[in-house]
C-alpha cells in the first residue's frame, strides 16, 4: 500500500473544497455600552441591530418608563409609556432619544456600524438633574370616541387628536428646565367634533409620576356627565342682538328654556326638547337665542332673566341687551 498525502489525495481535497464553499462571512459585529443614570437621559442608538427596534422594545432593552422622541415633521415630541399600548414609534439611527430609568444602569447594545449616520453615534450622555425637564400624560378612553383632548401645564400647550384607545401628550425642555413638578395640575379640555368644549378637568401630579416621567388619566364616558344640573352663564353678555345659553344636566331631561323681561313678561320660549345628561357649553351644543321675541320681534335693551327648566331642576340667571 502506497501512503498518499493530503494534498496528493483528490478525495480530500474535494471535501475540502465542499466545506468551504459553505463558509458564509459574518458581518462584524461591534458591541457600545451607555450608561443611564437614574431620571431623565438624552441617548441614541449607538449601532445598528439585527432586528430594528420599536419604542416598545427600546423600553424594554433600556428598562425605562418612558421614551420621547421629537417629530421634525409636526415639530412636536411624541411620548411613548410602559403603560402604552402597542410597540410605539420606531427606533432609528442617528437620532435622539429620551428615556427615563428609575435606577442607575449600564445598557449593552451589539450590531454593526451605521452606514447613513455621523460617526459619533451615541449621544453624549446628559448629567442627572433632579429637574423633570421631559414628561409625558397618557390618557386612556373607555367608551368615548369623536373628542380632542387638549393638554395644559404652567410651561407648556399641547393639542392631539385622540386615537382610538390611547392618547399621549409630551413634553421636553432641551434647556433641561422644569416642565412639571410635583403638585402640578394639569388642566385637560374635552372638546367635541366641530371644537366645542364639552369638560374641563384637572389632574394632579404626583412623587410617583415625577419618578416615572408620565402620568396617566383615566377617562370614561361616565366623567363626561355631569354630577348636578346648572344653568351656566350667557355669552356674550351683555348681547346684541344674539347670545349662547350653556348648561348642563346631569340626567336625561325634557328641556326647555324661558326668557323673561324685568317686569316678569315671558318674551320668549325655547323648546329645546329631550336631551341626554351631558355638558352644553360649546357653540353647537348650547341653547342659541337671537334676541327676539316670540314674534320674531328684537327687544329693546335692558335688563332680561333665562331659566332653564327641567322635570327635576330649574334655575334662573340674569342677562342684558345692550344696543
Known sequence: MVDVGPENDERIQNLAFRA??????????????????TGLNMISLPLMPNEPYTARSFMEKTGATTVIE??????????????????????????????NVSTPKTVSFSGSAWQNTPPTAAAPLQPS?????????????????????????RHARVAEAVAANGFHAAWADMNRQAVVSVGDTLTIEVRDTTGDLIRTLQHEIS????????????????DLIPKRTVL????????????????????????????????GQLVRHLDL??????????KSRA??????????ERLASGVYFYQLSTPDSSATRKMVIRK
Open 20 to 37: 468551504d464553499s459553505l463558509v458564509v462571512p459574518v458581518a462584524d459585529e461591534n458591541a457600545f455600552d451607555i450608561a443611564l443614570s
Open 287 to 296: 341653547a342659541y337665542w337671537d334676541g327676539r321675541n316670540d314674534l320674531g
Open 129 to 153: 438633574t433632579p429637574k423633570t425637564w421631559a414628561f409625558v400624560l397618557r390618557a386612556q378612553l373607555e367608551g368615548i370616541s369623536g373628542v380632542t383632548l387638549t393638554v395644559y401645564n
Open 232 to 263: 351656566l352663564a350667557n355669552y356674550p353678555n351683555p348681547l346684541n342682538p344674539e347670545t349662547w345659553l350653556p348648561y348642563q344636566l346631569a340626567n336625561d331631561a325634557e328641556v326647555a328654556i324661558r326668557i323673561y323681561s324685568s317686569a
Open 207 to 222: 412623587v410617583a409620576d415625577v419618578h416615572r416621567a408620565f402620568t396617566e388619566l383615566r377617562l370614561t364616558s361616565a
Open 70 to 99: 421629537f417629530d421634525a415633521a409636526t415639530q412636536r415630541f411624541i411620548g411613548f409609556t410602559a403603560n402604552s399600548t402597542g410597540n410605539g414609534f420606531p427606533i432609528a439611527g442617528g437620532i435622539g432619544y429620551i428615556v
Open 273 to 282: 326638547g329631550f336631551q341626554q345628561a351631558g355638558y352644553y357649553i360649546g
